[in-house]
């Protein structure tokens, strides 16, 4: 069995995030992809998300942080909704929403949330678009997200608290470091 691996390619990254937006239309699979890929979230705790989640629904403005227990860890966490997640938010028809409507609604059942199973098919659909092999699945959303944070200079203890890791190992783990990786750092260095 592989391992889910991180999207590394910065070009398919681009063609698997835009799938959803221009080859085949749908913004709550647009929205799913970008949210999983700026937050850092498990596939579970992004599916649990609802508008009052992310909209202040008494000031009438978008939240500046998603504040949640993670269902798999039971512990708190609190995202900064950055940029592009505010864009794709902005996209929503959000103040005619419902402080307890599922952002990512099942077509079939508009009062439950998308399955896990039929977020790891949209998921696998984008992926196979962009030229993305086999190892990408919904976790791949959250690795992708820490591997271009270390690529972009994070510190690896930051990325063990983002992630609410109980140990270091599984961080390094995550951050998918091939040998390719290790070898810019010695063909960098010139003491």
């Not at 992310?54 to 998603?66: G, L, P, Q």
């Not at 659909?125 to 270390?150: P, V």
Request: glycine letters at 4%.
């Amino acid at each position: 069995m592989s391992t889910t691996q991180p999207i590394r390619d910065i070009e398919k990254l681009r063609l698997f995030k835009e799938y959803y937006k221009y080859e085949k239309p749908n913004v709550r699979n647009y929205t799913l992809i970008i949210i999983g890929l700026n937050s850092a979230l498990r596939i579970s705790d992004i599916l649990s998300l609802t508008y009052g989640n992310v909209f202040d629904f008494k000031n009438r403005e978008w939240k500046t942080h998603i504040s949640l227990t993670e269902q798999k860890t039971g512990k708190n966490n609190r995202i900064y909704i950055n940029e592009e997640v505010k864009k794709v938010l902005a996209e929503q028809d959000c103040p005619f929403k419902k402080s307890e409507d599922w952002i990512f609604y099942s077509q079939m059942h508009r009062n439950q949330h998308l399955s896990r199973y039929q977020a790891f098919r949209l998921i696998k659909e984008a992926a196979a678009y962009a030229g993305l092999d086999t190892t990408i699945s919904c976790h791949s959303l959250r690795k992708t997200f820490g591997y271009h944070a270390w690529k972009q200079g994070t510190p690896p203890a930051l990325l063990m608290n983002i992630y609410n890791h109980s140990s270091y190992q599984i961080t390094k783990r995550y951050l998918g470091i091939e040998q390719s990786d290790k070898d810019a750092v010695f063909e960098k260095i010139r003491l």
